[in-house]
């Protein structure tokens, strides 16, 4: 299928899909030079969204999260642009999928970790699909934290998954080459990895999309 990834970033959903077997071409307001695939730099919210078979829309999230809670307390903004994307796909009476955070305002149609797929992160994504159905994946029970010396030998609790956000989670013990294997991104900078969605999430979704 030919697909468009909206909110395209550097293409962790994008990858995912051309490896389910899909063309994808991505679009994103601002310049994406490690895209790997067709990329446009335009307005999500006014692209000509005609001549596509299926849309994978990845908003920006900042308005949701729990790290950006104490940035709008403050009163900082952020875009909410899920609803306007939503009215936008449904225009095209053909399927999309809205992927964003636990704490998002989409329908709750799917729930994926990086455990479902053997990868080191606890990465919890909602789904919201159009147009098709998709099993959900068993989840795995997460690992309980372990326990660690240290510098200032006191003990501590410690993740046993790299924390791919902030400076590196958990002490900071997990450096740029684990956020990489964690995720199965190889061509990302530390900010980007941030924002990425693993791969193996979309190409789960893409494999049901025919």
Known sequence: MK???????AGGAAMGLHRAGHEVIGVDINSQPNYPFEFIQADALTFDLDGYDAYWASPPCQAYTWASSKARNRGKFY??????IREHLLE???PFIIENVIS????????LCGTMFGLNIIRHRHFEIEGL?????LHPKHKPPIIIQTKNNTLAKRSQYCCVAGCGGDGCSFKYEDWKKAMNINWMTKKELIQAVPPAYAQYIGGFLK
């Open 104 to 111: 998002a305002p989409i329908r709750k149609d799917l729930l």
């Open 3 to 9: 697909m468009l990834d909206i909110f395209c970033g």
């Open 133 to 137: 159905s998709i099993p959900q994946p």
């Open 92 to 94: 095209t009476s053909k």
């Open 79 to 84: 875009l909410d642009l899920i609803p306007k």
